[in-house]
Structures are given as C-alpha cells and as structure tokens.
C-alpha cells in the first residue's frame, strides 16, 4: 500500500444515514454545513429524514428537530416505525440529546412567545420566536457534535412573503455554521415555483434533490446533488431503493467497481480515532494555492506546507479572502510569535462598532456592547450574540404590546401606565428579565379582569333572561330576543336595551289610549291595542295611534262646530 494519510474520523464529515451517499459526495456531507433536501411529499422524504435522525442517535450526536407538519408524538410514532423504539427515544431525550421544536401545535392551542416542555419547546406563529427557541437549544448543547432537521421552510411560505422566509433562512443557516451544526432543510418541490426554489438555493452550502417518475406501472425515485459548496460530488442523479431499512442509492457500474478495487485496502484504527486511507483513494482537494504557515515544536519552529492543487469537478469555488484570514487565525493561534490579536480582528470591532451604532439609532442602551469591546474575541462575540438574542426577544414583546394597545384592553388606567413602564426599559438589556415580569403581570391583570368581566357578563345574561320571561308572561311577543340571545353578549345587551325602549313607548301608547275619547274611533283602538305588544309591529303602531290622534281631533272639532251653529 501506497503513503497513507491520517484523516480524523470526527468533526469533519457526516453520515447521513443513507446506504451509498458517500459514492456521490466525497466521505459524506461536511460538518457544519446546511443542505436543502428538496424532495416531494412521501417515503423518499421521511425515509432519508429517519435516516439522518437514526444514524445520529446511534452516534451519539445531538438531534434538533423542528416539526411543522405533524405533532411531537405523531413524530416519536413514525421514528417508531423506522427501528426507533420508544424506549431508546426517551433515554436520548432525558439526556438533553434529542430537541423538538414544535412549529406544529401553534394550528390547535393558543401559545404566546415559546413554552419549553421538557425536551419539547413550542413555538408560536412568529418566525422570530422560532429563531429564539433555537438560540435557546443551541445554548443547551453547546461543545456538543449536533445535527438538525428543519421542516419550516415550505409551511412558512405559504404564512409569510418570501422575503421574511428568506432572511430567517440566512440568520439559521448562519447560527448553524457558527455553532458547527449540520443541519438538513426540508423543501417539499411540488409546492413552489422554479424560480423560489432557485433563490432558496443561494442561501445554503448545498442541495440535495430527490425527484420521482412513474415507468409504466411502477414508479422510480432517484436522488441526485445539484451543489456542495466546496467539496467533490458527482453530479449525477442514482436510482434510489427504498427499503424497511432504509433509503439506498444503487451505484453507477464504475463505482462498483472502485468499491470492488480498494475494498480491503482501508484499515480503520479505533483506538487512536484516525482512519488510514490509500492516497490514490484521496479525493482531491478544490483550489490550487500554496501557503507556508509555522507551527511550534520543543526546540524552535517547523514549517508547514499547505498544498491546495487544483481539482474538485463539480465543486464550486470558495472565497479566497475567507481561506487566507482562517488560515491566519490558525496561524496566530498556534505560533507564540505571532500578536495574540487575530488577522483580521481590528476589521472585526470596527464592524461591531457599526453594530452597536445600528441598536443605538433603534433605541437601545448600548452599555453593555461597548463594555464588551475590550474583552478578548470569543467573549466579545458571545457578548454580541446574547445581545442579538436579546433584541429579538425584545422585538417579539414589543409585538405583544402593540395586539395589546390595538385590542383596547390597555387604554385606560392603571394599564395604561403599565405599558409606559414596560416601553420605558424594553430596550435596556441589564432589565430584560424586569421588563419580562412587569409584562407577566399586566397579562396577569388583564386575564383577571377578563375573568371578572365574564363573570359580570354572566350574571348579567341571567338577569336578562329573567326580564324576558317577565315580558312574556305580561304578553309581550318575545321572538326577537330569543334570537339574539344566540349571539354575542354586545349583540344581545344591544337587543335588550332596544326592546326596553319598546316597552316604555307601548306603555306609554297604551296609557294615552286608556285616556282618549275613543268614541266612533273604537275599532281603531281595538286594533292599535291588539299590535301594541309587538316589538316587530312598533313602527305600525306608532303611525296609527298617529291618524287615531288625528280623526279624534277632527271629530271634535266637528261636534264643536255643530253646537255652535245649533
């Protein structure tokens, strides 16, 4: 055998779970990146997620898993019937390993920002609460290899305008990389235009496509990589074999051979996690770029060569500015002679200053930036991500406020200047936590004052029943207001006080009647009196006892008329 080459068997590629995935992509998908798998709705789809899941339990790998379409234990069932037993689920959630976010039940139940359950934490409508649930998991597993389901993409499109689907995807995509997570993004193909998914596709280090065809009778999935940035691939679609197992990809006749050709060649040392591979089996790197870097040893320094040559078909080709300052801070860590500040770090406070300008222009104390702008690089950039996470969070209860102040539930006092208080240190992010509790206790307040008023609705719907009943008896016709007692509590108080008005006009109607001079009129009378009771014949009523009043006056003025000339 050849020169071999020490490749650590960690940290550096994942296996997806799916039997010949390796064969396209170069020793399997690279740590930290995020893939789209954009595959129709079916068991291609929940075949490959159960793979990618299954196979990092059995690592030992944290699991991150964001459910849209189905709830939690809908989910565990479905893993249950891909080998996973209920058994094995729950010891990897009491470990903290396995992390559902739940983007599903928000449909069903009524969830404000996000509740945490568990291994479970729900989420609300709102992308940005779903942004603070994962923020909140990664901070749980921190150090930890973890990889990342996310079903959210496809549902969200259909909620919100591409543009907020798109930026969430960035700023997820982003927190993967930083936190080293390897994350699969569910796209449902059948769902979106050519030209969303094109756009899609710019945000993520690469895409994975499952397509399917029906041959005569007999239906075809085939699996192919349309992109993996920086890596060698085959860009070429497989036949996919699915199985009670799991998801195969059947290889080309070439590869089968090569498979054949260095089959026993390739030794595997568990004990020092290194992996000894054949350097004609090396795939080849991407870029062609030689750079000297030192390292230290005991006794002075040994010179490094780093060799990019040039290769890498159907790789896309990175940026070289990102390859020379990762290589600088590699350098500057390393190397004793080298200034602890990184290459690079100046440019880096300059933006974060222009960060700290931004919050500033938005209303937001910046104390505690500034002050963190003399801590060394990894603490300051923790200092800017809680800071981060504390505007979202602050941005998601500025929302709650606003619903408050639009549903009028907050204009009068003392809530109204609960609200001043809570607007007066939303922005402060040393008095988060006593923002967070002065708007606990206003929903507090207000949930208790809603409680009373139901109450008082209550006893007042009785005491309008009774009313009714009473105006029954007393012969009033009562239809009208049996009709609106089906419906809401202003529509029915609405009724009541109209129908009390009718009552008052009937009476007094009546009163005047008892007192006329009805003579010749009595036929008239009769009739106004039989309508009188009537709400739905009131206008009727009000016009007769009107010409009643009128023929009564004539009459009168006749009889006068003729005692004078007599």
């Known amino acids: 055998m050849g020169e071999t080459l020490q490749v650590e068997s960690k940290n550096m590629r994942i296996y997806a779970g799916i039997n010949g995935l390796n064969t396209l992509i170069e020793n399997g998908i690279p740590k930290g990146y995020s893939v789209i798998l954009q595959t129709p709705s079916g068991p291609e789809r929940d075949l490959f997620v159960a793979g990618f899941i299954k196979e990092g339990i059995q690592s030992e790998d944290c699991v991150i898993v ?89 549902p969200a499109l259909k909620v919100f305008d591409f543009e907020t689907v798109y930026k969430f995807a960035q700023t997820i995509r982003a927190k993967f990389k930083k936190e080293g997570v390897t994350a699969l993004f569910i796209i449902d193909r059948d769902m979106h235009e050519s030209r969303t998914l094109s756009s899609l596709h710019r945000v993520f280090d690469g895409v994975i496509d499952i397509e399917r065809e029906r041959i005569g009778n007999k239906l075809s999935s085939k699996l192919g990589i349309l992109s993996m940035s920086g890596t060698f691939f085959v860009p070429e679609y497989r036949e996919l074999k699915l199985t009670k197992e799991g998801l195969e990809i059947i290889p080309s006749q070439d590869e089968k051979k090569v498979e054949d050709k260095f089959e026993d060649k390739i030794e595997v040392k568990l004990e ?63 190397n004793p002679k080298v200034k602890k500040e990184y290459a690079g770090e100046k440019e880096e406070i300059e933006m974060q200053k222009g960060q700290i300008n931004a919050y500033k222009e938005k209303g937001y104390d910046v104390s505690y930036l500034q002050g963190a702008l003399k801590l060394d690089a990894k603490l300051r950039q923790k200092a800017f991500d809680d800071f981060a996470d504390f505007v979202k969070k602050t941005e998601a209860l500025d929302v709650e406020l606003e619903e408050l102040e639009r549903s009028g539930r907050v204009s009068e006092e003392p809530y109204k200047s609960d609200v001043s208080a809570i607007r007066a240190t939303l922005k ?70 109209r129908y009390e008005k009718f009552i008052k006009i009937s009476e007094e109607l009546n009163d005047k009647l008892s007192k006329m001079d009805i003579r010749g009129m009595r036929v008239n009378a009769a009739m106004i009196k039989a309508k009188l009771k009537d709400y739905e014949k009131i206008s009727e009523v009000v016009k007769d006892f009107a010409d009643l009043v009128a023929k009564a006056k004539s009459m009168k003025e006749k009889k006068e008329e003729n005692k004078e000339k007599n």
């Not at 609460?129 to 749980?140: D, S």
């Not at 206790?441 to 007042?460: G, M, T």
Request: contains cysteine; aromatic residues 8%.
């Open 272 to 334: 020092d996690d290194t992996i000894e591979i054949p350097d004609e089996v090396v795939a080849p790197p991407i870029r062609a770029r030689e750079m000297r870097r030192q390292l230290p040893e005991e006794n002075g320094y040994m010179e490094l060569d780093i060799g990019l040559d040039n290769a890498g078909v159907g790789g896309y080709k990175e940026d070289e500015e990102e390859m020379i300052k990762a290589l600088s801070v590699f350098s500057s860590v390393l």
């Open 428 to 497: 402060i992010y040393d008095k988060f936590s006593e923002t967070q509790e002065r708007l606990s206790e206003l929903k507090k307040k207000l949930e208790e004052k809603l409680h009373a008023s139901k109450e008082e609705k209550k006893k007042a719907l009785e005491a309008y029943i009774e009313k009714m009943e009473k105006w029954r008896k007393e012969g009033y016709n009562v239809s009208v207001l049996e009709k609106a007692l089906k419906g809401d509590f202003d529509t029915i108080s609405v009724s009541f006080s």
């Open 66 to 154: 964001t459910l849209s379409m189905n709830s939690p234990d809908e989910f565990k069932i479905q893993l249950g019937n891909f080998g996973l037993t209920k058994e094995k689920m729950e010891e990897y959630e009491s470990k903290g390993k396995l992390r559902i976010l739940d983007w599903y039940s928000f449909k069903n139940e009524r969830i404000q920002g996000i509740e945490e359950l568990g291994s479970i934490i729900k989420c609300s409508k709102a992308l940005t609460n779903v942004e603070i649930a994962i923020n909140k998991i990664l901070r749980g597993i921190e150090g930890k290899s973890t990889r990342a389901i996310m079903d959210v993409l496809s």
